[in-house]
């Protein structure tokens, strides 16, 4: 089949998912530029074409699409809690920045969504299920999803993601596998609280690959993408073997009320979930424990690996509006 790919602009290409994005698409010599407002970066240094633009900048993004034959769309106010810092901000970001592309792009469109939107569910949660988004993040996405439904998109819910991107991105240390990882080497134990719930888990380099792999197939829709579904008891099982550390066990409940897990088949089936290689939860947790035992990476005391209290300082500083 004739390669449709032209050039690529990847919006929010700065972030932590951007990072993988971005090596797996010039490993596959793609022409692609990054548009970044660099809301958790003072620089960018990786080494690709590079545009600093805000998604609310319509009448910058409306001379850019043009020359572009696909976008993929990763920039949004990521979290449950990062979305109530300003919930007007996030509805601008997540929502009526991705109503505006969808009413002004007609080329090809790659949408991360989250598995989020099925908030408490019984069973495993197919495309097809009933929704019951828990949060203003879960809402926004899930409204956004509506507003492509009729375009040239595939729409990606995506599981817990964890991992490390890439050599230059931000990591986050606010996901379930990496704060665990971090929290039982640095704590040397870890507190579960009851455990029972499920979260489906993908490691961030094989999202990058999905959707790279994905840019030029004739599949349009709402495809899970997750690579494990797992209860927190058994990750901390798992963290705990790697890691050494002990788990107390407590039946107080855990603020977050969600529980749900996916199923995968459809987007195995169409060939969406097509992966040569699975980085496991053991890789994933293995690389953020390496970054920490090797002093590279402080743990714990900073900010900027947590979205909620990045952005909360910024807006008290004044550095964002």
């Not at 998604?55 to 979305?83: M, N, Q, Y």
């Not at 599949?219 to 002990?246: H, M, R």
């Amino acid at each position: 089949m004739e390669n449709k790919v032209k050039k690529v602009l990847v919006v929010g290409g700065a972030g932590y998912i951007g990072g993988g994005v971005t090596t797996a698409l010039a490993r596959k010599e793609i022409p692609f530029v990054v548009y970044d407002n660099l809301l958790y970066e003072h620089q960018y240094l990786k080494p690709v074409d590079f545009i600093y633009g805000d998604v609310r900048d319509t009448e910058k993004l409306s001379k850019l699409l043009p020359e572009f034959s696909h976008v993929i769309w990763l920039a949004a106010i990521v979290g449950d809690a990062a979305c109530q810092v300003k919930p007007e901000l996030t509805v601008s970001v997540n929502q009526d920045s991705t109503r505006w592309l969808a009413d002004n792009y007609d080329g090809r469109i790659i949408f991360l969504s989250t598995c989020s939107v099925y908030g408490q569910h019984d069973g495993i949660a197919d495309e097809s299920s009933p929704v019951k988004p828990l949060s203003l993040y879960a809402q926004t996405k899930l409204a956004a999803e509506k507003f492509l439904q009729n375009k040239n998109s595939l729409i990606l819910r995506l599981g817990t993601v964890f991992g490390i991107s890439d050599n230059h991105s931000r990591l986050r240390m606010d996901l379930v596998v990496n704060y665990m990882t971090g929290t039982a080497l640095t704590e040397k134990k870890l507190t579960v609280y009851g455990g029972e719930q499920w979260r489906p888990l993908v490691h961030v380099k094989d999202i990058a690959q999905i959707i790279v792999d994905n840019l030029d197939k004739d599949l349009n829709g709402i495809y899970n993408v997750a690579t494990i579904n797992i209860q927190i008891k058994d990750l901390a099982k798992i963290i705990s073997g790697l890691t050494g550390c002990e788990i107390e066990w407590t039946s107080r409940e855990f603020e977050d009320p969600r529980n749900y897990r996916v199923s995968t088949e459809k987007a195995e089936k169409d060939g969406i979930l097509e992966l040569s290689v699975i980085h496991d939860i053991e890789t994933g947790s293995n690389e953020v424990a390496s970054l920490i035992k090797s002093g590279r990476m402080k743990f714990g005391q900073s900010d900027i690996y947590f979205n909620e209290r990045h952005i909360a300082n910024l807006f008290k500083n004044g550095e964002f509006k």
